[in-house]
């Protein structure tokens, strides 16, 4: 292969890296609400399907948006649409901190999965025009650790912006709204007393006789709620055996009617039990002549002894996670404690103790982070403006030298910028054989590749006990093995590249790494320690990653002038395989959770994903039939 010299300017780095910032944002502001739902599900008042319902609609739209997001970049330029996508998506980031409920936060969502769809095609298209043949595995590499730095960061600056956006100058104090099952809180809080539990004890003497018959109120609320519940499933059990005893004949029939008859007898029992239930709930509502007057009088009396009293005592915390703000306070001497931090840590108490009934104080901050995030996506935007340029002969920074370089090796169409693509490819695509079989490969990578960022806690725990915060290790371990892969992965592709061929330089990254994470996950079937399970985990995190440069650089070689196009075809079909997934661990694993079936269902993947990309060619360049040229606008 020809060299070429040197060259005395390197802006094609410049833009690589702001690629790479625009990869950090980018999963900065995909995962930040993974970490913030907790706080938003207790503000907005949403149920765990809603939940699940808003974390997948992003899934939904970044899928289906893929290409049409890649053609609009092949059309119009990436300069223009990256920027837009990025405001686009930083907007909506944004806007997640106004939302009011779960409609609201479904459609911001849905808009924020479309905005962001369109990052990664256009990023291969930027360095499918800046990098040489010979540096696109590095750079497509630089801008995939991007991303996977963003998802590192997102929980620590998550955290760290959240509580940055409540200090303990903030009011500590519980508002209307704060308890989120006063029934519950209720029941448990006169439960302890009652046991004589020290930090209960100490607030229960602090309180009015009219917070007193609040806190009595609700938990005989709470018992007539659950006798009447009692009482329904009691008649529905009643009336089965009825049913069943009605259609039984011979010996069964007499067998079966005793059985109805002591339902019915326990039915009997369970309303009586309901009615005296209900009659004490109304003497004590008696007692509390507004509930909504009463509640906001004990939060008052509540707030007043939390500000004053000193309720740490370590007996009522053993086997409860103290969140780390209260740590820290509770290394200061109490005496030194002004009101506010006194406030603050016997608040985060409270909720250690009440975790599922109080909203958490320093929720109030993720409105905050997220309108943060917006405005930092607005600053990326200008950065990514004043850098990037669409190709390299309309930066004025690059030289002749860094041209020359660039351009080597490169079909002379592919240097002509002097017209504007047509529609999108779909009939080239689907002609396409190698673009078909490499779907298939990342529709497989993405399905055998899931099972670390959702099944892997479930598995350390239950096969293997570790603990909560060991656990934390081992996942972020295995994950962080991956942008090693990624960089690697990227090297060893350009140098194949240099000293092998083009089409193996794609190939042999992929289908190798493929089969060693087939590999990994087959030696987990064997008896081994947690350890060892998660040194093959991160042999699949590496694995994964490593490939993932060749199949940039793929899609780069053989699309031409739809790079964006093309690349969102591919990253289409793997998002669809990270979307089917969960169901399908779910289903092959079953409800005694045989894991084994997950590691052999994980290998077959990999196996087929392999096998797949074995077959890809890089000869086979896209053809685009009666492509209509538009003459470029300035």
Not at 18 to 33: G, H, N, S
Request: glycine share 6%.
């Amino acid at each position: 292969m020809a060299s070429v010299e040197p060259t005395n300017s390197y802006v094609r780095y410049r833009v690589i890296f702001v690629c790479m910032l625009m990869a950090v944002l980018l999963y900065l502001d995909r995962f930040c609400i993974s970490f913030a739902e907790v706080f938003i599900k207790d503000e907005l008042g949403l149920s765990d399907e809603q939940i699940g319902i808003l974390l997948g609609s992003f899934f939904v739209s970044y899928a289906l948006c893929q290409v049409p997001s890649g053609w609009f970049s092949d059309r119009f330029g990436s300069r223009k649409m990256l920027t837009i996508y990025i405001l686009m998506w930083s907007l909506f980031t944004a806007m997640t901190g106004l939302a009011t409920g779960f409609i609201s936060l479904l459609i911001f969502r849905l808009g924020f999965g479309l905005s962001q769809a369109g990052a990664y095609p256009t990023s291969a298209n930027i360095v499918s025009k800046w990098m040489p043949l010979t540096e696109r595995g590095f750079a497509s590499s630089m801008v995939t650790v991007g991303g996977r730095i963003g998802g590192a960061l997102a929980p620590v600056l998550t955290a760290l912006l959240i509580i940055m956006y409540v200090p303990l100058t903030e009011s500590s104090d519980l508002t209307t709204g704060d308890i989120m099952n006063p029934h519950g809180l209720a029941t448990t809080f006169l439960k302890r007393v009652e046991e004589k539990q020290e930090f209960e004890t100490k607030i229960y003497a602090g309180l009015t006789p009219e917070s007193k018959n609040y806190l009595y109120a609700e938990a005989v609320a709470a018992k007539a709620e659950a006798a009447a519940e009692a009482a329904t499933t009691a008649r529905k059990v009643a009336e089965d055996t009825a049913a069943i005893a009605a259609n039984a004949s011979g010996e069964k029939k007499a067998l079966a009617e005793t059985e109805a008859k002591n339902a019915a007898a326990a039915a009997e029992l369970a309303v009586a039990e309901a009615a005296a239930a209900a009659d004490a709930a109304v003497e004590a509502k008696a007692l509390v002549k507004s509930f909504t007057k009463a509640e906001s009088s004990f939060l008052v009396n509540l707030n007043s002894i939390l500000q004053e009293q000193q309720l740490y005592n370590p007996a009522d915390f053993e086997g409860l996670t103290l969140n780390k703000q209260a740590e820290q306070l509770l290394e200061v001497s109490p005496g030194e404690l002004n009101v506010e931090q006194k406030s603050r840590l016997n608040r985060l108490l409270f909720e250690a103790r009440y975790a599922a009934d109080v909203r958490k104080v320093q929720g109030k901050g993720w409105r905050k982070m997220m309108m943060t995030y917006g405005l930092v996506g607005i600053a990326v935007a200008v950065i990514f403006w004043w850098v990037i340029r669409d190709y390299p002969r309309a930066h004025p920074s690059c030289s002749e030298q860094e041209l020359e370089l660039i351009e080597h090796g490169r079909l002379e169409s592919d240097k002509d910028h002097s017209k504007q693509i047509g529609g999108i490819p779909f009939k080239a695509i689907m002609k396409n054989q190698s673009l078909w079989l490499l779907s298939l490969s990342q529709f497989c990578t993405n399905v055998g590749w899931l099972f670390l960022v959702t099944w892997l806690p479930r598995f350390l725990d239950e096969a293997y006990q570790v603990p909560l915060e060991e656990r934390g290790k081992m996942i972020t371990f295995a994950l962080a093995v991956g942008w090693f892969g990624t960089l690697s992965g990227g090297k060893v592709t350009d140098w194949l590249m240099k000293h092998i061929s083009l089409r193996w330089s794609r190939v042999l990254p992929i289908a190798i790494s493929r089969f060693t994470a087939m590999a990994a996950y087959l030696v987990c079937l064997m008896d081994i320690s947690p350890w060892t399970s998660v040194i093959m985990f991160s042999i699949v995190a590496f694995s994964t990653d490593f490939g993932s440069p060749a199949m940039w650089a793929f899609n780069q070689d053989i699309a031409g002038k739809h790079v964006g196009s093309v690349l969102g075809w591919g990253n289409m079909w793997g998002n669809l395989g990270a979307a089917v997934a969960p169901s399908l661990m779910i289903a092959v694993i079953g409800k005694e959770h045989n894991w084994s079936m997950a590691f052999i269902t994980c290998a077959i993947a990999f196996l087929i994903a392999g096998v797949a990309s074995l077959c890809v060619d890089t000869s086979k360049t896209l053809v685009v039939d009666d492509e209509e040229s538009i003459p470029a606008t300035a």
